[in-house]
């Protein structure tokens, strides 16, 4: 992997978090560029650097952002295990199951994010997950379709 092509990304996901998020929330619900950053850069890497990668970047967004210490890390943390875990050595080998990883990742980063962030203060867990994981974890996928249809976004797939 190209070191400065990791450094520049994630100096403007870090950029985008913290100056334009705002700018492109939906209703509230607002991308994590850094979440997105790590799923597309590590796909495919490894099983440990995307996890080192989440909690470490993770990390350095609780510390700039303040709140919950350790709980961008933790949750990045996870969702950099499950890409590992799905893919441990090559990229996927189809578009849907690129799509499919992306979408379990996100989505499991979000439920842990939000639950730990909310304390639990919701009436049932469908709502929760329908008012508030749910809408976020399309809203980064959506971007994540976005920036896999980018010219110069490439995997190697077999179809």
């Given at each position: 992997?190209?070191?400065?092509?990791?450094?520049?990304?994630?100096?403007?996901?870090?950029?985008?978090?913290?100056?334009?998020v705002?700018?492109?929330?939906?209703?509230?619900?607002?991308?994590?560029?850094?979440?997105?950053?790590?799923?597309?850069?590590?796909?495919?890497?490894?099983?440990?650097?995307?996890?080192?990668?989440?909690?470490?970047?993770?990390?350095?967004?609780?510390?700039?952002?303040?709140?919950?210490?350790?709980?961008?890390?933790?949750?990045?943390?996870?969702?950099?295990f499950?890409?590992?875990?799905?893919?441990?050595?090559?990229?996927?080998?189809?578009k849907?199951?690129?799509?499919?990883?992306?979408?379990?990742?996100?989505?499991?980063?979000?439920?842990?994010?939000?639950?730990?962030?909310?304390r639990?203060?919701?009436?049932?867990?469908?709502?929760?997950?329908?008012?508030?994981?749910?809408?976020?974890?399309?809203?980064n996928?959506?971007?994540?379709?976005?920036?896999?249809?980018?010219?110069?976004?490439?995997?190697?797939?077999?179809?």
């Amino acid at each position: 992997m190209n070191k400065s092509l990791f450094y520049i990304g994630i100096t403007v996901s870090f950029l985008l978090q913290l100056t334009c998020v705002e700018l492109i929330a939906l209703r509230g619900y607002r991308p994590d560029f850094i979440l997105i950053f790590i799923l597309l850069y590590f796909i495919g890497s490894g099983k440990i650097k995307p996890m080192l990668a989440g909690f470490f970047i993770g990390l350095i967004q609780d510390l700039i952002g303040g709140g919950f210490i350790g709980l961008n890390a933790v949750s990045k943390t996870t969702a950099g295990f499950i890409l590992g875990l799905l893919f441990p050595e090559k990229p996927p080998d189809t578009k849907g199951v690129f799509y499919s990883s992306l979408i379990l990742c996100i989505f499991t980063h979000d439920l842990l994010y939000h639950y730990i962030f909310s304390r639990g203060g919701y009436e049932g867990f469908l709502m929760f997950l329908w008012k508030q994981v749910l809408p976020f974890s399309l809203y980064n996928f959506f971007i994540c379709v976005l920036i896999s249809l980018l010219p110069s976004f490439k995997l190697d797939y077999k179809s």
